[in-house]
């Protein structure tokens, strides 16, 4: 037998492992993305405009930080902020951040550029001393090419950016301010694929093969022509599904559009339901090495936005119940983090929510991505104003100048993702009244078709029709009924109604060739845990939003029951009573899925933040959620509302949401107090009965057997905590958050539903607290502090992993109640 000696042996240890290695490396490469994030080690600096009076210097303090970065969410809430509660009474200001870095010499004859994702607002950048540039639009990606001016080996680099959100206001809801989005640095070969340069299109799909056209815009930054390979792979879960090779010339210093096309096999086909993506791998190759490759996720599925049978996918009927979000997460401000987002889906997903407004800018890229993943049906807008301002200084300044490039930029950049089925051009533009709104209107989707021609252009319009026509008034002010000439004008492929569901079932009268879809519906007000004992007692909201709300209820308080509206809209309810009746209505948006910063309505203070949502700005469900739940999924339902602590003998009225039932009998102390069932297309039952205290008990029933039961308790004397994370175990990536949900309860566990005790946090290990919250409105408590005050019961802390595993202890402690630790595990 052969023997090998110790040098052979570790000869041959040395030969597996170089294999190895490059196997993984090979691997790797495969599907390693150009660019890396730039998001940890920056320098920021706040102006005092008197004494800094809007430069930087020597003498200049900076305080280091990583990116994304909201500072307006660190400040105070300030009743005389230039931003006006719409802005959510948090100032603007003007930033400073910069950042030293290296750039190995082996880049030197390559391209290196920087990417961001969105900085609000009117950004410049500067590239060791060297300007690079200016953009006005805070929500949109651009990129600079640092190669010119960069400093290669052991020598620094100095990048600064300038962002001026000081004018103010110049947004309708709060903004933030800052790189809030994220910073990468890619690097290329001198020939590559453009930024955002494919664009791959389905436009046969059948049960046994559909048809993939890829475009794909090639970038030559050589001085001399290139000939090239250039291969597209389709993959399915890192499976090969097939490819295709093309051998080009391209000429020095240009750009090449390549079309390629191939077809999939059985594809597995996009849906609401069933997300499935496929991925495109573009590699390109000279002299048989590959000097670039590019990633595309995207989705096979077709769909159509049928007259009579509302929104097909698939060949499926399928109604989009949608929701309205803003961008900001709530606590954490408008600096985007993946995991918030993620968590707001999930929250919405667990309703029934299938699409996703995003109101009313260009989202961030992460939250397209989870879209994607998730199974949401997106409409992607572009403008909230075109040339005629909402706000003294808003994009309305910038439009002439950047609404062309700003728009191609979205498309370009957005056109691939599967969730995305329409664009809005614009929400509630004040030249949808004159002549003018169709022009522009024409203008802005001849752009989007040039660019993109597989999806449906729409508008938010205020109302779509005349509504004389419908023998409905919608009052406005002076009593004027308007005509919009931009839902007639032709430019549109899709009707977007904004309110007025009075008329939707008239639709196919007043736009017999054109589509329906309701851009936003709804805006009902709710405090989450907030009640009237009797729900028909409710002060009801004044003939206009702008008026002072002095017949409401103490502390700007609306109450949660299902009965509040603002003027122009509706009970959820109501609403969705229109939607669910008739076929050829496609779906709808809530306004709102999540409260938001900035906008509240009443406008006033104290009130700093909105009462739509459907879910508090803590991401608490409101009561409204469950009804939404008992009729968009199949989970069984049985939601009885309000709590159980009242003044003895008082009537209280108390709802119930259900489903996959055909009664509700609801107990008081094991007594019967009777038996409930909806009526025509009732979405609640009710019953008005004396507050005993003791347990509420609700059963639901079909065909006389038990489907589901629930109670609620009356809660004795507040007493200690309950604490829950949505995820114990996190990872240790400095990024990760978990969500920990603090209940204040008495000494039986059962939640203290009138509890608003201050709370204060505490954290051992390697992590921070991000953010606190308790959804109330009106506090004006910081949401980057360590202590935070109870809503009804409940407050959140939001914890953020360091880089480090481990174990983060959270403790809360209040006075006269008992503290409670949590343990959160960092991977």
Not at 267 to 279: A, F, H, R
Not at 499 to 518: D, R, S, V, W
Request: hydrophobic residues 35%; charged residues 20%; proline residues 4%.
């Amino acid at each position: 037998m052969f023997q090998m000696t110790s040098y052979q042996k570790i000869g041959l240890l040395f030969v597996c492992f170089l294999l190895l290695t490059a196997f993984k490396t090979s691997n790797n490469e495969k599907f390693n993305d150009r660019k890396v994030s730039f998001n940890s080690g920056w320098s920021f600096h706040l102006n005092d405009s008197i004494k800094d009076k809007d430069t930087i210097n020597s003498a200049t303090s900076w305080r280091t930080l990583s990116l994304p970065h909201d500072w307006g969410v660190e400040g105070k809430f300030d009743e005389k902020s230039p931003a006006g509660y719409g802005g959510g009474a948090l100032n603007g200001g003007l930033g400073w951040y910069k950042k030293t870095f290296k750039i190995a010499l082996e880049n030197k004859e390559k391209i290196t550029s920087i990417l961001f994702d969105g900085v609000y607002r009117n950004s410049q950048v500067w590239i060791n001393g060297h300007y690079l540039g200016k953009r006005p639009n805070g929500y949109l990606g651009f990129q600079y090419d640092l190669s010119p001016y960069l400093n290669y080996g052991d020598k620094n680099n100095e990048i600064i950016v300038k962002v001026d959100n000081s004018k103010q206001p110049n947004s309708r809801w709060y903004s933030g301010s800052g790189i809030f989005r994220n910073v990468w640095l890619e690097t290329t070969y001198k020939l590559h694929v453009e930024q955002w340069g494919t664009y791959i299109t389905t436009p046969k799909v059948t049960a046994d093969k559909a048809s993939v056209n890829l475009e794909t815009t090639i970038k030559n930054q050589n001085s001399v022509s290139k000939n090239a390979i250039v291969t597209t792979t389709i993959f399915k879960n890192d499976t090969k599904v097939t490819s295709v090779t093309q051998n080009i010339t391209i000429a020095a210093n240009s750009n090449q559009v390549l079309n390629q096309n191939v077809l999939v096999n059985n594809p597995v086909l996009w849906s609401d339901e069933k997300p499935e993506q496929y991925t495109a791998v573009t590699t390109i190759s000279v002299d048989s090495k590959i000097v670039d490759e590019y990633k595309t996720d995207f989705g096979i599925r077709y769909f159509k936005f049928d007259l009579n049978k509302g929104f097909l996918l698939n060949g499926k009927q399928v109604k989009i119940k949608g929701v309205c979000m803003h961008h900001d997460l709530g606590p954490l401000g408008s600096a985007i983090n993946t995991r918030a987002i993620e968590r707001q889906l999930e929250i919405l997903k667990g309703m029934g929510v299938n699409g996703i407004r995003t109101s009313h800018n260009p989202p961030a890229p992460e939250l397209l991505d989870l879209c994607d993943k998730m199974g949401f049906i997106v409409m992607d807008e572009a403008f909230d104003m075109w040339k005629k301002a909402k706000t003294k200084y808003d994009y309305s300044l910038d439009w002439d100048q950047w609404h062309v490039r700003d728009l191609q930029d979205q498309i370009l950049r957005d056109r691939n993702h599967p969730s995305i089925f329409m664009w809005s051009i614009g929400n509630e533009i004040p030249e949808q009244w004159s002549d003018e709104g169709p022009i522009i209107a024409k203008e802005l989707s001849e752009i989007v078709k040039k660019l993109d021609t597989t999806r449906l252009v729409t508008a938010g319009m205020n109302p779509a029709v005349n509504m004389d026509i419908d023998a409905v008034t919608l009052q406005f002010e002076n009593s004027k009924t308007y005509f919009n000439k931009l839902a007639t004008s032709g430019a549109l492929d899709i009707i977007g109604y904004n309110y007025a569901h009075q008329t939707f079932e008239h639709h196919q009268k007043n736009f017999p060739n054109t589509p329906f879809i309701a851009t936003e519906t709804t805006s009902a007000l709710e405090t989450r845990g907030y009640y009237d004992a009797v729900s028909d007692q409710i002060k009801k909201w004044p003939v206009r939003w702008d008026l002072k709300f002095t017949d409401g209820n103490p502390g700007n308080t609306v109450s949660a029951y299902d009965q509040v509206q603002a003027p122009w809209g509706s009970t959820h309810e109501a609403t969705w009573k229109v939607m669910k009746k008739y076929d050829f209505l496609a779906g709808m948006y809530i306004w709102t899925g999540f409260d938001y910063i900035g906008e509240p309505t009443p406008y006033e203070w104290p009130s700093i933040s909105s009462y739509f949502g459907i879910v508090d700005l803590a991401g608490f469900p409101k009561d409204v959620y469950y009804m939404y739940q008992s009729e968009w999924t199949n989970k069984t339902v049985l939601h009885i509302f309000p709590h159980w602590n009242w003044t003895a003998g008082q009537n209280v009225d108390v709802w119930a949401y259900y489903n996959n039932a055909d009664e509700v009998e609801l107990f008081l102390n094991g007594k019967s107090v009777g038996v409930q069932s909806k009526k025509g297309d009732d979405l609640h039952v009710m019953w008005r009965i004396p507050f005993q205290p003791g347990t509420l008990k609700a059963v639901s029933r079909k065909n006389g057997k038990t489907v589901l039961e629930s109670e609620i308790k009356t809660a004795e004397a507040p007493a200690t905590f309950k604490l829950s994370a949505d995820r114990p175990i996190i990872r240790a990536d400095g990024n990760d958050l978990s969500f920990v949900t603090v209940d204040i309860t008495d000494a039986n566990g059962v939640l203290s539903p009138k509890a608003n005790n201050e709370i204060q946090f505490s954290l051992k290990g390697n992590g921070t607290i991000v953010g606190v919250c308790s959804g109330d409105p009106v506090s004006h408590e910081s949401y980057k502090g360590s202590k935070h005050t109870a809503l009804n019961g409940k407050c959140l802390v939001v914890v953020q992993s360091g880089t480090k595993g481990g174990k983060i202890e959270l403790t809360a402690q209040a006075n006269g109640l008992k503290q409670k630790t949590i343990v959160i595990t960092a991977k």
